[in-house]
């Protein structure tokens, strides 16, 4: 089972009291260290969106001055990324604080451009603290491609996030992006934004880094599995065993109203594609084209 995002249990002689997580990175420097849990100094907080910035550009997650994050300061203020900044070169400095209609109150530049999306999660959810917004290929393309991630495919998946559903397309940057989502929002960690990229969530900025770092995973091992030409499901009895162990691993209970994954016996899970080789299509085709000739 998953090494679940956790409060670190060993104390050290740090000044914040928690033995820091550092996040795995394959960049030359130093790796930067963001710790779990929300309650920061505003200064940790501007590093923390620094370094997770990089984080997600070093793994090709976005490009560019592609993506946005935000973290929840308190009750009324919301610290954002600029918007048309590439988030490798972002310094504490060029970050936006919002309140909570989206109105600058401190900062030089502009907030992201997908502000009302994340202000849309901090408004309906009040276990929110951080956002992450992101195109990483892999579960982009199944979002461009109109496919949700949500069959109970992988346990680690099912156990963290249920699914990773599909909201219908909208326009970025604009009010259609937090209506798309609003039916979803209060159900799922992570969501894909057709033909844009995925969303994630989570009480603080280290889990939503790890939830987007899930859903591309969970998205690879998928289309591996569509390669492979078959996908094994879990039954819903499997699904149910895996949700009952999430207090285990410091998740809320899921409740009997969280959708389900697709499950192997579930209505609708059925895969309705077939893949014939040329050869048989050619067969098939030819078999067709014959009894329509004897017909006549
Ligand atoms: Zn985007």
């Not at 033995?19 to 420097?29: E, M, S, V």
């Not at 009040?126 to 290929?137: K, L, R, S």
Request: charged share 25%; hydrophobic share 40%.
């Amino acid at each position: 089972m998953p090494d679940r995002p956790r409060r670190p249990s060993r104390r050290t002689n740090s000044s914040r009291g928690g033995a820091a997580r550092p996040l795995p990175g394959h960049a030359l420097h130093a790796p930067e260290v963001i710790e779990h849990g929300a309650r920061k100094s505003e200064a940790q907080h501007r590093r923390d969106l620094c370094a997770a910035g990089r984080w997600m550009q070093e793994r090709g997650f976005i490009s560019a001055t592609e993506g946005n994050l935000s973290v929840r300061l308190d009750a009324q203020r919301i610290l954002t990324t600029p918007t048309g900044v590439g988030k490798c070169w972002m310094q504490p400095g060029d970050l936006v604080m919002v309140d909570l209609h989206g109105r600058t109150i401190g900062g030089n530049n502009a907030p992201s451009s997908e502000m009302a999306m994340h202000l849309t999660f901090y408004l309906r959810r009040p276990d929110v603290n951080a956002i992450c917004h992101a195109h990483p290929p892999t579960a982009t393309g199944y979002a461009a491609a109109g496919i949700a991630l949500d069959k109970a495919l992988l346990s680690e998946i099912v156990l963290t996030l249920g699914a990773i559903p599909l909201a219908p397309y909208a326009t970025p940057g604009t009010a259609e992006v937090p209506e798309a989502l609003a039916p979803l929002i209060e159900h799922y960690d992570a969501i894909l934004l057709a033909n844009h990229g995925v969303v994630t969530c989570g009480p603080d900025l280290l889990t939503a880094l790890y939830y987007m770092e899930n859903a591309e995973h969970c998205a690879r091992v998928s289309l591996v599995t569509e390669v492979l030409g078959r996908k094994r499901l879990l039954t819903r009895a499997e699904v149910e065993k895996v949700l009952a162990a999430r207090p285990r691993h410091g998740l809320p209970p899921a409740t009997p109203g969280i959708p389900r994954p697709l499950a192997a016996d579930s209505s609708g899970a059925v895969d309705e594609r077939v893949s014939l080789t040329r050869e048989e299509l050619a067969g098939l085709i030819e078999d067709a084209v014959r009894s329509d000739r004897h017909r006549r």
